[in-house]
């Protein structure tokens, strides 16, 4: 392979490692953001938001450092480092599609857990005094003004008795309340499904880009190895 064909490949390589190294300090500051955002944890307790904003903070730290670590080893033309970037690469692609395994199976239950803890917090929205459980019942009414829904499966929920949040009209100052018909978890789920589907898309996208990373690796790897660069 001639000097020119190795530094076509050894910019490509760095141009790929740096754009996989952004997608990972994205995906990172999209886990903190989701963290800084997470609410609604009195209600959901099973699968509590912010787990999934620290897988992402998690995965997008080790990937952002296996990148830069890819990026190096292309600029020093260094066979052991981008050996032990592939290494690290391949390891880390076979975590994220575990991972994704994992959660293909867990969307099947995460349902049943979204109804559960509905249903319990309802309860307890029912049996706490005016003056108890203030954050459960801010979050439940903060859910049902967001997403114009009422109850855990409609008004009926309220034994005849809607909260002021379940009005249609802004401000309310109707009486008997007009609530919304639909309830808030076929919306939440509903809100869920649309999110998990972009974040399928993502990885699907750095698992992608990824692969392309170990594809230029390999040539490159075994040139520098030849050339006798390998060890700098």
Known sequence: MNRSCVNFLKRWMVFLHL???TSGAFVQAFGIFGMFK???????????????SNCLIVTGAVVCCVCY?????????NHCMLIFFYILLF????????????????EREIDRYFEDDF????????QSPDTGNQTLKNEFHAIQAMFECCGVHGPSD?????QISCCIEDPCNIFPIVP?????FGKLRTWFKINFLSIGAGVVSQAILQALCLCCSCPIMCNFRMTGRGYM
């Open 69 to 77: 670590l890819g990026i190096l080893g292309s600029l020093r033309e």
């Open 180 to 184: 919304w018909k639909e309830g808030c």
């Open 38 to 52: 997470s609410q609604y944890g009195s209600i959901i307790n099973t699968f509590k938001p912010h787990y999934a």
């Open 91 to 106: 390891l880390l692609m076979l975590v994220e599609l575990a991972m994704a395994c994992i959660f293909l199976v867990v």
């Open 158 to 162: 309220w034994d005849g008795h809607p």
């Open 119 to 126: 249903l319990r917090a309802l309860d307890t929205y029912k």
């Open 19 to 21: 754009l996989c190294w």
